[in-house]
């Protein structure tokens, strides 16, 4: 028998705990625990979700423009795109808590069934810390959790669709040309597999669980198998 997820005063205190923000609108929080597929609900937090990756990359943005004043465009947005991906996101989520708690078809909620459910709740569940006690308390929540991360992707290599780029550009005179080859999935949980051109070489291929994904990942594969990168501890 599953067990009963907190709603209410409990629901509220827990989340308290995680992102030292006490709730007044029980409604808005349980809205952003609520996925698409859940039976029975009137309500999701697809809306939410929307407003949250909004101001998660708000506050991320602003955290690293001021703790990297030496860095350049090109190197805050591969710090940006890297801390709030949905793999971020899902990897906060479940440190949390909030992936055992999410109201979602059963399949959907189980770990590593789909990373987006869980990604996505957090991102709704920062909106709603910021429409219930504004932009400091949202502020505060985001900071808590990707303020650690930022510091630790302070080496972060370059983007592998930019280096590609440059690469091609010197190896072949060429700009890589990046082609769907499948999609599969249901649409709030799809996964796509793109491959990657470059006049003179034999293509490259990744997956990815949206479009850019899955280009950052078919641009690492050909960079790492015509060795501009090593590939230790490379990820997309």
Same mark, same amino acid.
């Given at each position: 028998?599953? !067990?009963? #997820?907190?709603? @209410? +005063?409990? $629901?509220a205190r827990l989340l308290a705990e995680s992102t030292g923000h006490v709730f007044r609108d029980f409604a808005l929080m349980q809205r952003a625990l609520t996925h698409s597929s859940a039976r @029975?609900?009137?309500?999701?937090? +697809? #809306? $939410? +979700?929307? !407003?949250?990756? #909004?101001? !998660?990359? !708000?506050v991320v943005t602003d955290m690293l423009f001021r703790a990297y004043p030496e860095a350049t465009q090109g190197e805050l947005a591969v710090r940006l795109s890297f801390l709030?991906? @949905?793999?971020?996101?899902?990897?906060?989520? *479940?440190?949390?808590? $909030?992936? @055992?708690?999410?109201?979602?078809e059963a399949g959907l909620r189980s770990r590593g069934k789909s990373r987006n459910v869980p990604a996505d709740a957090l991102e709704a569940l920062i909106a709603a810390v910021? $429409? *219930?006690?504004?932009?400091?308390? %949202? *502020?505060?929540?985001?900071r808590r959790y990707w303020e650690p991360r930022a510091r630790a992707v302070a080496t972060l290599q370059r983007d592998p669709k930019t280096e590609l780029?440059?690469?091609?550009?010197?190896?072949?005179?060429?700009?890589? %040309?990046?082609?769907?080859?499948? #999609?599969?999935?249901?649409?709030h949980d799809p996964l796509f597999s793109i491959s990657v051109r470059v006049a003179g070489y034999e293509p490259a291929s990744g997956t990815g669980r949206s479009k850019r994904e899955a280009e950052q990942a078919a641009a690492l594969a050909m960079l790492i198998r015509e060795g501009v990168r090593d590939g230790s501890g490379d990820e997309a």
């Open positions: 028998m599953a !067990l009963k #997820r907190p709603t @209410g +005063e409990a $629901l @029975g609900a009137s309500f999701d937090n +697809e #809306r $939410l +979700e929307f !407003l949250g990756d #909004r101001v !998660l990359g !708000l709030v991906s @949905g793999s971020a996101c899902a990897e906060i989520a *479940d440190e949390i808590g $909030l992936t @055992g708690i999410i109201h979602a910021y $429409l *219930d006690g504004g932009m400091a308390a %949202a *502020d505060a929540f985001v780029q440059e690469w091609a550009h010197q190896a072949a005179s060429s700009t890589p %040309a990046y082609q769907i080859d499948g #999609r599969v999935g249901p649409d």
